[in-house]
């Protein structure tokens, strides 16, 4: 997105986003946000925060970006986390394939399908290097990992990864939260940081990265019993494209209510459903447009391993369809295997509504017997029988019974094992919670915004270019102006910006130029409302009934209405949050 796309010219001119290190040549895939892309992107974030966290009353944490590698090697990023590359013959550039398949061919979800195939289909096709030209059948495609690996203190003893996802420093710290959570499921937690891929082809502005911004939540719930409130979003109408209209030729987009899909069972689980509702009235409140968004459910190629079913966010943006959030349910993946992997127990004690009486294998090893026996294995030997006696008690019924300690068998005597059934009494038991996760990225999500709110009119017989963000995140909420810059209105101008600063609400100042020139400067960064301060506000002008009152100017239609000044801060902070209507003023 470069070379003539509006939004990136307006992006980098008005002080949204810009490529980093632009006095060294710049480095694809890191992004710098200037004055106003900081400012809404922390409103954005402000938004989504204000939903997930504060309106579900979830936790929300602030984990590091820098993780030790066992983390990744108990969460698959290690072994799974991985791009297609291929390496152009001629030039030497690499490519992601899928990308070049999916740019050259009615081919969609290239990323789905098996390497073998994507080499075929390039060859079928005679595909080149997007660099270069040169042909690249034949070209072997490779699995690249995708995280930025470093070391953690001095030398290289301590592998640690600069995170992929923001997911696994809520999983990891799981028993420590859960004793916030009082154990009480379900519990949600919210992060929103920094997540770092190192991308083969870092591409289309701020939709293809190496670090990015990501807001998830993790849902953690109780799988035979936890149920969303569903009424809540029941009504919520949006497009969705299940994955059986997908794979037909003539697959089409469905417009119901999330109540509709989960009865049809279009959308199979209560919680993705739910967080669909919720994420589709978030999306139109930054200002997404609902004629060029839907759902759209994850092929059964695309699904993750642990994945039951996953549902994307996307969002139309020149002429592509880009994923904005998924939506997936990830079962007890996530914990178990972080309780594989680690000494802690990644589980919640679930209290039975009464005691039950249950029969219960035990063993109690004579270590007199397994110590000289087995050695330095007896401990071993001793965990595995205990483990046994709970798998499979069956397994004690002879004289003998036999355990596997790495891979050695070790056969004890059923009486030097201590083996026992006995009744007890439980109050409850130990589960492993299911995990629901609602993940999006904040940066695609700010990138589609300001695309799909970028306006071009004409106003007074001149063209205008100007941002229809919705006011709660506009990177500026008002901009005041003095009509002129003296008789005394810049001193009562900037009266007015200290005044309304102190209400809490994001103001510029600009005294500069023509009062046309001015609103036109505001329009095109999104600024949903102008005051200016003039004659008639001093008692100066041609009617005194306006002394104390000043001119405010809504963005999208330039009218324009007095406000006493005593009632600005009010009126205008009732505007910005959608409590009151311009029209009404």
Known sequence: MSGGNPVVELAKRRGFFLQSAGAYGGVSGFYTFGPQGAALKQNIEDTWRERFTIQEGNMEVDAPTVMPEPVFEASGHLDGFDDMLVECPECGESHRADHIVEDNTDIEEAESLPIEEVEEIVAEYELVCPTCGAGLAGQAIQ??????????????SSPGYLRPETAQGIFVE??????????????????????YRNEISPRKSLLRVREFTQAELE?????????????????????????????????????????????????????IAYY?????????????DMDRFRFRQHLPGELAHYAADCWDAEAEVDGDWIELAGFAYRGDYDL?????????EFTVFKQYDEPITV???????????????FGGDAAAVADALEVLAERNPDAFDGEDVTVEVDGASYTVPVERAGFAVEEVTE???????????????????LYTALDHCYREDEIDGEERTFLQLPPEVAPTTVGVFPLMDRDGLAENAQEVV??????????????????????????????????????DTLGDGDDPDLEGTVTVRERDTTAQRRVPIDALAETLTELRDGDRHFDDL
């Open 276 to 288: 669909l509702g919720i994420a589709k009235q978030w999306y139109e409140s930054i200002g997404v």
């Open 219 to 271: 849902l953690f719930v109780d799988p035979e019993e936890d149920e969303p409130d569903i009424s809540a979003v029941a009504d919520v109408e949006a497009p969705f494209y299940p994955a059986s209209e997908q794979e037909g030729d003539d697959g089409e987009i469905t417009e119901a209510t999330v109540g509709e899909v989960l009865e049809e069972g279009v959308v199979g689980d209560p919680w």
């Open 174 to 195: 799981f028993p420590q939260l859960a004793e916030y959570a009082r154990n009480q499921l379900p519990f949600g937690v919210t992060q929103i940081g920094r997540a």
């Open 427 to 445: 109050s409850g038991e130990h589960i492993t919670p299911h995990v629901v996760e609602p993940s999006l990225g904040i940066d695609r999500a």
């Open 498 to 535: 200290d005044d309304l600063r102190a209400a809490g609400l994001s103001v510029t100042y600009d005294d500069s130029g023509a009062i046309g020139r001015r609103y036109r400067r505001q329009d095109e960064v999104g600024t949903p409302f102008c005051v200016t301060v003039d004659y």
């Open 143 to 156: 699995d690249f990992n995708l995280m930025f690996e470093t070391n953690i203190g001095p030398g290289s």
């Open 336 to 344: 178990s295997k972080h309780a594989e992997h680690s000494d802690e």
């Open 359 to 373: 029969e219960r294998a035990t063993v109690d090893p004579d270590m007199s017997y397994l110590g000289p026996e």
